[in-house]
């Protein structure tokens, strides 16, 4: 189990397979460029400003020191030349009368320290090596006992401090043999520069903060790199989540499970698609639903005129049937395969009108069209004892629309309405330009449609006496209703029961 556990967890990180994967390789990509790039300038900036920060730290503690020793130094450079000449005069006096001796160096004592114990005492204060240089730039004391006293020193900062100017240098130290940040500065007297004072540190100290510098920084990047990390897993979970979720559900509506829904209760772009997956599911499935209650009407109504041809081929077979009966059965085998034509017609129709792409027709006046399929369908009416009647300008509009679908729309209405009114009824079609589209109106005398058959005149195979109806398909309006819609236009019904129906369909002008 945990195996399989750990390969389901590589299979959803494969990159080639996974837009988790995906979005946290980009995002870590962007971050490590970005913030890698940010830690490195800010890093160099702060290393910079801090290595400043430290040498000028160093060359105020030189100034003060310097302005501090001022007044030591005098007294031990009047000390050390009245003890120079006490020395000269003690050696002139050994020489004369023979004698020798060895004299010490001394250190005039300062309050109840000597120049010595100053220094060092400073030295410790400070945490750096504090060397004393002459004016001859040669060392007077170092509070480091490997710094060799008397000893000439020509560095660019002692040499900067005797011109009483500032500068430092970071270079390895000679006695300790190591790398130490130097500065100097001079000591001014009345008479003008009386000595150096010169202050180093190791550099090891600076190197150490620069070091923990960086390994802040480099800290504070990774744990920011670990958080955008953490953040696109979980906004590469929030988004493959719901497309997993979306991606079972369209298997399982492939499988034939017509039923499932996704219902997500999002807000953002997701739930919109969740939304439109749901919407799409629900319209296969009452596409499905119509398409196989369209096979089966369709089967049914093709059944009924083969099973009349069938029937009364087998008793035109029979050589008992006379003359007459023959000559019946053979018009009613016309009849139906009339009718059986007539329906494959519509069926043919209908799934040109469905399934292939309309074009853009060329701008159509309808009104000779409308002209012509009322003068065929003249006899039509006069043989079922009806009035038909035309109200049709010269021209109207015009409407984009191909000629065949415009006969097609009026013929069907007019069948309708011819096929629905009583003997001695009227049939009237009326066409005219309203607002911005094309209206053709056609009325009858007929029998009306009922209130609860009214939704449903355009369904296909839908008819609202099936019992008294044996010639209509119910195909025709749903014919009218596809090529209307496909042009962007409006089909509508008004009747009532009795007293008779008027069709009318709404046909938007072209541009």
Known sequence: MPNRTIMTILHRLNPRRSLTTRIILVNLTLVLLALGGLVMWAGWRLQKSLIEEVESGLEVRALILANGLREPLQQQISFQEAYEEQTHQEEEKDEATGDEGEHDEVFAPIGNRDFKALIDSYARDLGARVTVLGPDLTITYSSDPRVTPHTAILAPEVVAAAQQ??????????????????????????????????LSIPASHLNERVRAMWLTLISAGLVLTLLFVLASIFLGEQITRPLRQLTATAHRLAGGDLSVRLEMDRKDELGDLAAAFDHMAEEISQLLARERAFVANASHELRSPVTAIQLRAELLQMTSADDARRERYIREIRQESENLGNLLQQLLDLDRAQSSPR????????????????????????????TLTTDIPESLPPARLAEQDCQIILRNLLDNAIKYTPAGGRVAVQARAVADDVEIRVQDTGVGIPAQDLPHIFDRFYRVDKARDRTGSGLGLSLVKEIVTQHRGQVWAESTEGAGATLVVHLPRAA
């Open 165 to 198: 100017k500032e500068d430092h240098t970071l270079r390895e130290d000679a006695w300790s043999n190591e790398e130490r940040l130097f500065v100097a500065a001079p000591i001014l007297g009345n008479a003008g520069l009386e000595g150096i004072v010169q």
């Open 359 to 386: 074009p853009d027709e060329e701008a159509l006046d309808i009104a000779p069209c409308l002209r012509k399929v009322g003068d065929l369908m003249q006899p039509l009416a006069q043989r079922a004892g009806l």
